[in-house]
């Protein structure tokens, strides 16, 4: 029996996409694209797919937020997100909000059909019980491959994050108790494992390919349908 999907992202070139790579697949029917959680919710009512694929950031409410609205609304429809940012609040939240799996796009559509496959077996609808920590490494795991292996370590991993925050090197070096000429060396790794030629280089793509997530803008809440 084919499975229903539903694609929400408010990237089109990604939703056109992920449409055109899962429909070619005979054992899915696409039906119904969203940009924004108002759209899902109503594509949803409309075409009660079995599995809404979600991106945590949209123009009008937090994926958690959609999330929670369909796995309330409409208790069989299964709820992955699929989004750049990895981390274990990030993925914690989403599972406390219904989801049944989270994929990161780095990873890629192959990692991706796997989760809808792992959802399928489950059974439509039931909620993911894979730990946050064990996804976090698994999908990092799989993102590192796709990287040849350049995944960052723990500490470069800290560097990134408060680098993102806006920190100077010697900001830095003093959070994390450490010299402001190691924090240089982790940077001009992090540079050559990114393949960056700026800082600001280095944190766009460490934020598209999921390793660090930037702030919630304010003012993003769930909308009434």
């Given at each position: 029996?084919?499975?229903?999907?539903?694609i929400?992202?408010d990237?089109?070139?990604?939703r056109?996409?992920?449409?055109?790579?899962?429909?070619?697949?005979?054992r899915?029917?696409?039906?119904?694209t969203?940009a924004?959680?108002?759209?899902?919710?109503?594509?949803?009512?409309?075409?009660?797919?079995?599995?809404?694929?979600v991106?945590?950031?949209?123009?009008?409410?937090?994926?958690?937020?959609?999330?929670?609205?369909?796995?309330?609304?409409?208790?069989?429809?299964?709820?992955?997100?699929?989004?750049?940012?990895?981390g274990?609040?990030?993925?914690?939240?989403?599972?406390e909000?219904?989801?049944?799996?989270?994929v990161?796009?780095?990873?890629?559509?192959?990692?991706?059909?796997?989760?809808?496959?792992?959802?399928?077996?489950?059974?439509?609808?039931?909620?993911?019980?894979?730990?946050?920590?064990?996804?976090?490494?698994?999908?990092?795991?799989?993102v590192?491959?796709?990287?040849?292996d350049?995944?960052?370590?723990?500490r470069?991993e800290?560097?990134?994050?408060?680098?993102?925050q806006?920190?100077?090197?010697g900001e830095?070096?003093?959070?994390?108790?450490?010299?402001?000429?190691?924090?240089?060396?982790?940077?001009?790794?992090?540079?050559?494992?990114?393949?960056?030629?700026?800082?600001?280089?280095?944190?766009a793509?460490?934020i598209?390919t999921?390793?660090?997530?930037?702030?919630?803008?304010?003012?993003?809440?769930s909308?009434e349908?």
């Amino acid at each position: 029996m084919l499975k229903r999907l539903l694609i929400v992202d408010d990237h089109e070139v990604v939703r056109e996409g992920l449409a055109s790579a899962l429909a070619a697949d005979e054992r899915f029917e696409i039906v119904g694209t969203a940009a924004t959680g108002k759209e899902a919710l109503q594509r949803a009512r409309q075409t009660l797919p079995d599995i809404a694929l979600v991106d945590l950031r949209l123009p009008d409410m937090r994926g958690e937020d959609l999330t929670r609205e369909i796995r309330t609304r409409f208790p069989s429809t299964a709820v992955i997100i699929l989004t750049t940012y990895l981390g274990e609040g990030t993925v914690r939240s989403a599972l406390e909000a219904g989801a049944s799996g989270y994929v990161t796009k780095a990873a890629g559509l192959p990692e991706l059909r796997a989760a809808i496959e792992r959802v399928i077996e489950d059974g439509i609808g039931a909620n993911g019980t894979t730990a946050a920590p064990q996804i976090v490494k698994q999908l990092h795991a799989v993102v590192a491959s796709r990287m040849d292996d350049a995944i960052p370590t723990p500490r470069q991993e800290a560097v990134l994050e408060l680098a993102a925050q806006g920190m100077t090197n010697g900001e830095i070096g003093e959070r994390l108790y450490i010299s402001e000429s190691t924090v240089r060396f982790h940077v001009q790794k992090l540079k050559e494992k990114f393949s960056a030629r700026t800082k600001t280089e280095l944190i766009a793509k460490a934020i598209r390919t999921g390793f660090i997530a930037p702030a919630l803008e304010d003012g993003i809440t769930s909308v009434e349908l």
